[in-house]
């Protein structure tokens, strides 16, 4: 706080002891007494600050007191300052009036009373002290009248400004003088002018305390300010209104902040809305893509109980599907609390909420299933610990094909917008079931007809194996297809893929088949089978375009010869663990022009050795090069088992593993059996033909165990009249196996022909002639029966005298033949 000014108190005498007498008596009032000791020294002080009152003396040399006091009542600064005469002169009348006529306010005779002077000097003092606060307090007023940073203005009652202040005269435009004098109404706005009249009416005749508005006041240029308005009323000494204080303050641009930050919340409110219903879309479309992404029902429905629950924040989504064996709905698919989930296929029929939502074919929502009846909902539900339901049908064009049920374990869950979005939600679910139901349907058939395509089962011939695998890839099945088919004097190996999928391409892949079947059953070498495709491809106007490979090994097993339309080269694995692929007999794809005729390469075929034809969805990995699946092929078959059926699905597991072909895939692997010189074992169809194939197995082995040509034919004759005789007489030409064994020791050959049939006994004098045949052919013939079947063994050195006599061992009387 500011400490308090001391007030000046002049003391003018030309006795000095006077002054002391003074200052004596006026000390006590803590002031500063100055001293002066003639009328000049007192103007030279009065020049030199302010005074609070000043003790004259009259009677001095030079100026007296009475020409001092007129020359500082002359002056504008002092003529208001307290004058007390202090003289001991006369008291007449004349001098006294005197010294009031100069301006005195008082007029004491020495000797004077010290109280009383000093009580006459405190109190203007105190005058000075009240009227040195209130001209401090207007200094105060008027800076900060003239500095507000607001427009301030002093009005009159009759609304003329009195004083304005900078900021209102830049606000508005104008000059101070211009203003200044002029009326209210000059800054206002018309059409407010009325509505201000009254207020200051108001004001004036104390009917209200302070006038707010909001305002246009006009700049001199025309344009409209908008103005916070606040008027107040000051009172005069009388207590009525003197005049007016007006502030004014620019809120323009107040006013264009609120307006934009409305905006920007009206904005931020649109693209909330615009969010939400983004968001909505985005959750309708992910319906949508799960729709299209997946097209087998069992692959469709848990997506889209997940994308519900998403979309939705739900605890528990259902999909209920008509009955085909009922009118009820049945529980194809569920998310359910963990606590307790529904059991599938659960059946839900009539009086069930279910089967309402159905019926009614309309969204139903119930906000609590407690306050339900039990009858409504099934136990399972209920122990779920679900509460708020909703449940919307599924429609579709031939009807109502199910419901989609979401629950949720708080109650009053669901609102308008959860009913609206599970409405859209289940248009694109309704489309997506019915047309994963509808694919269902295509898929069976297309996979049925494909599947009776293939072969039932490989050929089973003597020295060879066989086994072929199909998987389809992806949703629609292909036309890739393999065959073996079993020729006059050898096998036929087929390797295809028509490109494309679905109905037609499987359909393509029939006649292709059927055809091949037939032109390679007339005997024509590869090269040619593959012409006459391509002419039959020609006039069928298939744009599909085939990839073949047709493969014929001779039937010794020993040799390959094949032609490829545009197919991967098959993979030949030697007996000694190395793998290459043949890249001979390749020309264009089957429905593609071809100048001259179609190649074909040659391989030979090692005993033990394994063939291997596939389909390009094998080996093909979307961005990878083709080398790379062909060696990653060729490293599984090396790694993998020897036998065709542990091979194939060694394969397949290696190459694919977890991953989803994205394209069909078919593989075919071909054996021949490896030819030991001590030992060879054959299982032999009951087929006839397969006799043929025995007959030069043996003979391979024969001629691998040093034989002679004549010992092979005689050989070979015997076993082939022992094992015609199991498959006529043990198994009468049934399904079944006949074993054929063929050791070499110390240069004799012994052979055992062994089937689990059941002879039919002799008749009497009925003796057939196999036994005599063997007997004359051979060492030595032993044949053993039981109920185990029969077993005859041959025997026979090679390089023996051939008058050596001949021994029949075992029943003397052989079974009928």
Known sequence: MTPKRRARVLLVDDEPDNLVALEAVLEPLGQELVRAASGEEALRQLLKGEFAVILLDVRMPGLDGFETAALIKRRERTRHLPIIFVTAISKDTEQVFRGYSEGAVDYLLKPYDPVVLRSKVGVFIELYEKAAALEESEQRFRTAFANAPSGMALVSTDGRFLQVNRALADMLGRAHSELAGSHWDSIVHPEERAEDHQALRELVDGERTVYRAERRCLHADGRALAVALSVSPTTGEAGGVQQLIAQVEDVTDRQRAERERAERLQERAA?????????????????????????????????????????????????????????????RATRAPSASEETAHAKFGPGTFEERVARERRLIVIDDITDEGTELFDGDLRASGVRALMAVPLVDEGGVSGIVRVGSTSPNRFDDNDAALLALVADRAALAIGNARLYEREHGIVETLQRSLLPARMPQLPGISIAARYQPGGADVGGDWYDAIELDDGIGLVMGDVVGHGIDAAATMGELRHALRAYALDG?????????????????????????????????????????????????????????FLWEGRSTPLGVPINGDYEEGTARLASGSTLVLYTDGLVEVRGEELPDGLERLRNAVRAGPVEPDALCDQVIESLLGSRAASDDVALLAFRTMPLARELMRLELPTDPSSLRYARRMLARWLEQAGASEEEAWEIGLATHEAVANAIEHAYRFTDALVHMEARLADSEVALTVSDTGDWREPVEGERGKGIGLMSGLMDRVSVGGGEGGTTVELRRRLGRDATAPVRTDGQAEAPAR
Not at 289 to 308: F, G
Not at 556 to 574: C, I, K, N, Q, Y
Request: glycine fraction near 4%; charged fraction near 25%; aromatic fraction near 2%.
């Open 271 to 331: 693209r909330t809305e615009a969010e939400a219903v983004a968001q909505m879309v985005r959750s309708v479309q992910s319906v949508s893509d799960t729709a299209l992404a997946h097209l087998a029902l069992d692959d469709l429905l848990p997506e889209l109980l997940d994308r519900i629950a998403e979309t939705l924040r739900a605890d528990a989504v259902s999909v209920l599907l008509r009955d085909p064996d009922g009118d009820g709905l049945v529980l």
């Open 524 to 580: 024509l070498p590869p090269g040619a089978v593959l012409a006459k495709l391509n002419r039959l491809v020609e006039q069928l106007q298939d744009d599909r375009i085939t990839t073949l490979l047709y493969a014929v090994v001779d039937a010794d097993w020993t040799h390959v010869r094949f032609a490829s339309a545009g197919h991967l080269p098959p993979l030949l694995l030697e007996p000694d663990g190395s793998a290459e």
